[in-house]
């Protein structure tokens, strides 16, 4: 109940209301790939990008084939401009998901 009412919220842009009930389970959370993504978006759109990158190095570590994840981290690295960390992730996430092509080479160009 709680993975689902925090997704709910996240999906429905109330990111800050997700990561409270999240956080207190965080423990838990990284001990899955899913648990992991959840806590990691979360992260990401409250814009708190050292723990999101955490967390979803985490993911990417539990699921290394989740091209979502990759994206993600791919993202949060981009965020905070470290775009030749990012791009790795980024070449990943596209390969195996061509919407994400465009980030790829958004962050490719700028390190170009």
Not at 67 to 74: F, I, K, P, T, V
Request: with cysteine; net charge positive; charged share 25%.
């Amino acid at each position: 109940m709680t993975y689902r009412m925090a997704e709910g919220w996240l999906d429905g842009g109330r990111p800050l209301e997700a990561l409270s009930m999240l956080e207190h389970r965080r423990t838990e959370l990284l001990e899955s790939a899913a648990g992991a993504m959840l806590l990691g978006r979360a992260y990401f759109k409250t814009a708190q990008l050292g723990k999101a990158e955490e967390v979803l190095r985490r993911a990417v570590e539990l699921g290394p084939t989740d091209s979502y994840a990759r994206y993600l981290l791919g993202r949060t690295l981009q965020r905070q401009s470290r775009h030749a960390e990012a791009l790795p992730h980024l070449k990943l996430a596209a390969a195996q998901n061509p919407e994400y092509a465009g980030d790829r080479d958004s962050c490719a160009a700028r390190i170009a």
